[in-house]
Nanobody, 124 residues
Framework: QVQLVESGGGLVQAGGSLSLSCAASGRTFSNYIMGWFRQAPGKEREIVAAIRWSDSTTLYADSVKGRFTISRDNAKNTLYLQMNSLKPEDTAIYSC?????????????????WGQGTQVTVSS
């Protein structure tokens, strides 16, 4: 089993920044993808960004390109999401997830483990 625990959410004004962390523990894998997803009220969960753990190749949703940065710390088994120039439409519950395969996927069903989520609220 893998446990994922997010932290770092909160309330910020539009134009501000927040940084999220996702600490992973438990079973390890040789090559995998970790991603950040978000779900706003009344909307489906969508991918924000993902990273291949082995080589740090990244994928971003068009809506966050140039504003968000995904990264990882292999020694700490921790995933990060730096969010800059935040907009009210970024308000959502943000969750990290792990996919037990080294191929990117945007479909939530292709991810095997999930954190509990952290709320990000951007006020206008």
């Amino acid at each position: 089993q893998v446990q994922l625990v997010e932290s770092g959410g909160g309330l910020v004004q539009a134009g501000g920044s927040l940084s999220l962390s996702c600490a992973a523990s438990g079973r390890t894998f040789s090559n995998y993808i970790m991603g950040w997803f978000r779900q706003a009220p009344g909307k489906e969960r969508e991918i924000v960004a993902a990273i291949r753990w082995s080589d740090s190749t990244t994928l971003y949703a068009d809506s966050v390109k140039g504003r968000f940065t995904i990264s990882r710390d292999n020694a700490k088994n921790t995933l990060y999401l730096q969010m800059n120039s935040l907009k009210p439409e970024d308000t959502a519950i943000y969750s990290c997830a792990l996919r037990k395969a080294p191929f990117f996927a945007r479909d939530t069903q292709r991810y095997d483990y999930w954190g509990q989520g952290t709320q990000v609220t951007v006020s206008s």
